[in-house]
Every structure is written in C-alpha cells, then in structure tokens.
RNA sequence: GGAGAGGUGGCCGAGCGGCUGAAGGCACAGGUUUGCUAAACCUGCGUAGGGGCAACUCUACCGAGGGUUCGAAUCCCUCCCUCUCCGCCA
C-alpha cells in the first residue's frame, strides 16, 4: 500500500510507476474521492466538536439542577447530521480503499523501465556449464529411471503437476532443506521458524498477494483460510500490527514450508517434470530493516540466495527484473536463474525483493526510530533461498554421468549419506 | 463441540454513562542530587487523521463491527481472539 498523502503530493510519479508496471488502476478517481472525504470530514467533525461542548453543558445543567431540554432537544438534530456525515465518510472511504489496494509498489529508480520479459537485464553470470560427452537427460527421465519420483502416482492421489518422491527422491528433499537451513542460520545469522501453512485473509492481504492474486491460490472455504504460496506470508505476518525496537533491526527469518499455487493460467508452460507443480518445497529468507539499509539488505540477500548455488556448485545468472515484470509489491527484485543441463534452459530458482514500505504499510508493522522518536514503517524484504525442485532439476541434470548415475554434489554429502543417486 | 472467565496505552493494571485520552505502577527519555554505579526526587512520555507557514488546534481510537443515548471504555447485540474446565481426537 502507498501512502495516500505521497499519492496526493506526487500523482503523476504514481501514474507513471502504475504504467510501467502495467497495471491499471484509476488514481484520478483515488484522487477525487480523498478529497471529497476530507471535505465531509471537516464537516462532521465541526458537528462533533459542537456537540461535544454541548453535551458538557448538558452534563453542567444536570448538575445544576436545571432543565436540559432545549439543549438535548438540539442535539438530536446535530447528532442525525453527524450520523448522516459519518456514514457518507465511510462510503467514500471505503470507496478510496478500494481503489488504493490495487495500486502497485512504485518500482525503485534503478529498475529498468521495461515491457516485458525481454527487458530484464543480465548483471551476473556465475559458473561453468557443464560438458559432456554425451546426450543429457531430462530431468523426469533421470528421476523415474532412478525410482526417485513418481510422477504418475501424485497426480493419481491429488491430480496433474503433484508429484510423490520416493526413496532417495525423498531423502534428497529432505537433505536440501536441511542443507539450505542450516546454511541460512548458521553461517548467515538467521533465525529458524517453522509457520503456519493455512493464514487468514488479512495476512494474505498484508504481503500483497490479496486481492490481485485470490484465483492463484488455494483457499479452504469453511473457514476461509488460504494455502500459502510462498512462507513470505506467515512469516512477513510474524510481526503484523506490531511496533518493533530500532535495536532489534534487522530480524532474519528463514523458513522451510510447501507453498501451494493453483498456476491458473500457466498451463501449457512448462509441462513436463517438476518445473512447475501445484505443490512444491521452499526455504525461504525474510528481512525486516531499517528503511535507509533495505538496498544494501537486498544485496545481502542475493549474495545469501547465491551461496547456496556456489555451494552447490551449479552455474546459475542473476537478473534484474524490469518494471513490467515486478511483482505488485516489490520495489526492486532480481532473479536468479540455474542452469539445466538436460533442458538446455535457465530455471528461476530464487526471487530476492525490497518491498520498502508497501508490505509494512499493509501489514502496519513499525519501529521506533530512536533519533527522532517516532513510529515508521520498516521495510521488508523477502528471497527464496532456494525453491527446491528446479534446484533438484538442476542437481540431476547438471550433475548426471553417460550411466545415467546421477553424483551428489558435495557439500550435500553429509545430509544425504552417500555420494551418487542410482 | 459444550460451560465459564477475560480482551484497556510499550508492559502490568484501575475505571463500569458526563469531571477519563484514560488513575496508579513498571519501563523509557531529559534533569537535579551524587567520587563511580545504584538509590531518591523533578519533568516528560500513545497512535492516526483533519486544519494552519508556524506556535497551535480539532476529531477519532479502551479486541472488531453495529445499536441505545444529548453524551459510551462504561449499557445492548453480533463477530473475532485468549485463558480455564468438560467432551472428542492426533
């Protein structure tokens, strides 16, 4: 969420960043209806200011002993207008509400101003590609030949893009996570929490993905709960509603959880294997800063999500996503991008955002800025570090032998027990 | 699922129609005192939204939303959450 006063002070930077990210939304209409809000709201509140002194004479009189009458007789009337104002106020806020709550982030500065994909710009290449003497595999060939997914059976027990591991599948999701986690607490200096899978709606609200993105997720309709996509939501939310001590800054979560997407849409992409699934495993990382750190913080982050491709020794590309491909909350955002092997493609594996103040806005999470003694808004920042199954994608591709063997990479050895998968 | 209790400022906690934006305490900040620390004392200390160049001023907020009333933290209704007990179940 912008701020409504930064919206009216500087209409047109929002009209352009609404543009370039390609959404569509009427600020003119936002416009007008703040100001017709703040008129009835001088209105009503002159009416309340009356009625307040008189309501304190009254209170006088009674005491006094003397008749009222004529005073409450009056005020029955000031108190219909104000009734009658309050409920106008409301409509027209609401009204404002609405139409804020679709405004996108303003992209930062140093986003490029693009129209799509083709926009995004390369800053970072890292790793050989493997060659080899041979064909490579796909990934879904490797794995059922392997015996370590089963494609069939998940979409026999759940449906089309789930997918059962089986055996050393299973254990090599397991050993990643652990690997990831680790990785993020001991070296990186983040904190573990395990969240909730199910949020309500004003969580899923606070980090941006309600209302654009209701079709995208699954939602239980008894209780209106809703799946999560991404663990950036219980665990942005974590501190929802809260004012956080300046000294405390920045909290580093990471998480291990499955995120659930529905991907309406996207069929006909990506069909094959793991590269896209309705139901897939994540480790993710969540920052909450102070607002003049949040870019160096974003940095930070990117290097954080990358180690764990240098670890793995996977040859991977960063991209700066343009205007036009950001998601709704996010300020700046890179991709990072790992090489497959048997695919011959790069895979999107890690999503490192700044959402400035926009979640934190939504969601009201604050800190006490200890030079001025206020309340502001921290800024929050998210990364996946890393989604697993285009990691998997990669492990199998990448690291494949011409017997269709496939080596456990390394620094993954200690958690998964053994040094080949066949 | 059933029965009770309760949700008040950063925290604890009083208030149960007007004198309460809210006693008192703790915490915090500034000051006085002090060999240092501590203690004591004094002062200050909520958030949001309007209006004003500003000093300042108005309005709202006691879980959320409605209602009663001239006036609601206080009374009524609905919902949410927390705790205790019972039932059921991992």
């Known amino acids: 969420m912008l701020d409504l006063k930064f919206i009216r002070e500087n209409t047109n930077l929002v009209k352009q960043a609404v543009q370039n990210k390609r959404e569509k939304v009427d600020i003119d209409k936002l416009i007008a209806l703040d100001s017709q809000r703040r008129e009835l709201l001088q209105k009503v509140e002159k009416l309340k200011q009356e009625r307040n002194t008189a309501s304190q004479a009254i209170a006088k009189q009674k005491k006094e002993g003397k008749s009222a009458d004529a005073d409450i007789a009056n005020m029955q009337q000031v108190s219909n207008e104000i009734k009658n104002l309050d409920n106008q106020v409301k409509e027209v806020e609401s009204a404002a509400e609405e139409v804020q709550q679709w405004i996108p982030n303003m992209p930062h500065p140093s986003t490029p101003v693009g129209v799509g994909e083709q926009d995004n710009v390369e800053v970072k290449k890292w790793g050989r590609l493997p060659e080899m003497d041979f064909q490579p595999k796909p990934h879904w060939e490797l794995a059922e030949n392997l015996g370590i997914i089963d494609f069939a059976r998940g979409a026999k027990v759940s449906g089309a893009f789930f997918v059962n591991y089986v055996g ?148 991977y590309r960063v991209i700066e996503l343009c205007t036009a491909d950001l998601s709704f909350a996010a300020a700046k955002c890179y991709d990072i991008e790992v090489w497959a092997a048997g695919a011959q493609k790069w895979l999107e594996v890690s999503s490192c955002s700044t959402f400035e103040t926009f979640q934190a806005r939504r969601a009201n999470i604050r800190y006490r800025n200890e030079s001025t003694g206020k309340l502001e808004f921290v800024h929050t920042l998210n990364g996946s570090g890393l989604a697993l199954p285009r990691t998997v994608i990669a492990i199998l591709e990448n690291y494949q032998t011409d017997e269709g063997t496939v080596m456990v990479p390394e620094v993954l050895r200690r958690y998964f027990g053994r040094d080949v998968i066949k």
Do not use: W
Request: glycine letters at 4%; hydrophobic letters at 35%; a negative charge.
């Open 168 to 315: 050393l599948g299973a254990k090599l999701e397991r050993s990643l996570i652990n690997f990831m986690l680790d990785l993020h607490v001991e070296k990186h200096g983040y904190t573990e929490v395990f969240p909730p899978f199910l949020v309500n709606r004003t969580t899923m609200f606070a980090t941006g993905q309600l209302p654009k993105l209701e079709e995208d997720m699954y939602h239980t309709q008894v209780d209106d709960l809703f799946l999560i996509p991404t663990a950036e939501v219980p665990v942005t939310n974590l501190h929802r509603d809260e004012n956080l001590e300046e000294r405390d800054l920045p909290i580093k979560y990471t998480a291990y959880t499955p995120c659930f997407r529905r991907e309406a849409g996207s069929y006909g992409k990506d069909t094959r294997g793991l590269v896209r699934i309705h139901q897939f495993d994540k480790v993710e990382m969540v920052k909450f800063v102070k607002p003049g750190t949040s870019y160096d913080e974003l940095e930070t982050l990117l290097a954080e999500a990358e180690d764990v491709l240098q670890l793995l020794e996977l040859p």
